[in-house]
C-alpha cells in the first residue's frame, strides 16, 4: 500500500482481556518496528523485524507482550491480560534498505 | 549503548522569528541522526535525516539541522517560524553499524508552540 496501515485505530478493553494490534506495512519494506507513546512521553521501543525473524525484541516490558510477522508483510502486537499501564498509542513503522522510517498512525488503546 | 537528551520540553517561539530545537546524542559508532514530527491525533512524519557529507541538511517544511560531531549535537533549526510548525518534535538516533535498518533510538520529545 501507499502507507503504513494499522488497525484498529481505537481500541477500548477490559483489565485481563487480550488484544491484537496489527501492522500492515509498505510493500517492499523488509524492516518492520514497533514503538509505544505513552500519554505526553517520548516513543519507547518495543520490538524489531528483518522479515519475519526480530533481531531485537528488547524493549518488550513483559512475557505478556509478543509479536509475529508473516514474511515481510503484516505484524500482530499481542497484549495478553492486558492492564492499566499498557494504555497508550501504539505506533508502527516500516523501512526500506534505504534507512528512512514511515509510521502509521498508531492503535489508541484504552485499558479501563 | 544508543542514546537521545532533547534537553527542552517545551519551545516557544514569535511567527517569524528563527527558531531551534536542540538535540544531542550518544553512540558507539557513527550516528545515523533524524528529525521527526508529529501534528496532534496523527503519526510521524520524517524531516530530514543526517546519513554522511555535509554538516547541513536541509528538510521538508523549510527546516534544516546541522551536525556537529564534536559537540554530538543535532540542532533542528527553521529561518522563521509558523504558526502551523506548532507541534511536537522527536530527534532519533541509529548506530551506523547496525545499518541501514537498526532500531532508531528516539528523545522524549519537543513541544514547538509557534504565537503569531
Known amino acids: 500500500g501507499a502507507g503504513v496501515s494499522q488497525s484498529p485505530s481505537n481500541k477500548v478493553t477490559e483489565k485481563g482481556k487480550d488484544v491484537e494490534l496489527r501492522c500492515d506495512p509498505i510493500?517492499?519494506?523488509?524492516?518492520l518496528y514497533w514503538y509505544r507513546q505513552r500519554l505526553g512521553q517520548g516513543l519507547e521501543f518495543l520490538i524489531y523485524f528483518q522479515g519475519n525473524s526480530a533481531p531485537d525484541k528488547s524493549g518488550l516490558p513483559s512475557d505478556r507482550f509478543s509479536a509475529e510477522r508473516t514474511g515481510e508483510s503484516v505484524s500482530t502486537l499481542t497484549i495478553q491480560r492486558t492492564q492499566q499501564e499498557d494504555s497508550a498509542v501504539y505506533l508502527c513503522?516500516?523501512?526500506?534498505?534505504?534507512?528512512?522510517?514511515?509510521f502509521g498512525s498508531g492503535t489508541r488503546l484504552t485499558v479501563v | 549503548a544508543q542514546s537521545v537528551a532533547q534537553p527542552e520540553d517545551q519551545v516557544n517561539v514569535a511567527e517569524g522569528n528563527p527558531l531551534t530545537v536542540k538535540c544531542t546524542y550518544s553512540?558507539?559508532?557513527?550516528?545515523?541522526l533524524f528529525w521527526y514530527v508529529q501534528y496532534p491525533n496523527r503519526g510521524l512524519q520524517f524531516l530530514l535525516k543526517y546519513i554522511t557529507g555535509d554538516n547541513l541538511v536541509k528538510g521538508s517544511y523549510g527546516f534544516e539541522a546541522e551536525f556537529n560531531k564534536s559537540q554530538t549535537s543535532f540542532h533542528l533549526k527553521k529561518p522563521s517560524a509558523l504558526v502551523s510548525d506548532s507541534a511536537l518534535y522527536f530527534c532519533?538516533?541509529?548506530?551506523?553499524?547496525?545499518?541501514?535498518?537498526?532500531?532508531?533510538?528516539f528523545g522524549q520529545g519537543t513541544t514547538l508552540q509557534v504565537k503569531p
Open positions: 532519533a538516533v541509529r548506530d551506523a553499524r547496525s545499518g541501514n535498518t537498526g532500531k532508531l533510538i
Open positions: 553512540v558507539s559508532g557513527n550516528p545515523y
Open positions: 510493500s517492499g519494506h523488509t524492516a
Open positions: 513503522a516500516s523501512s526500506s534498505t534505504m534507512g528512512g522510517y514511515t
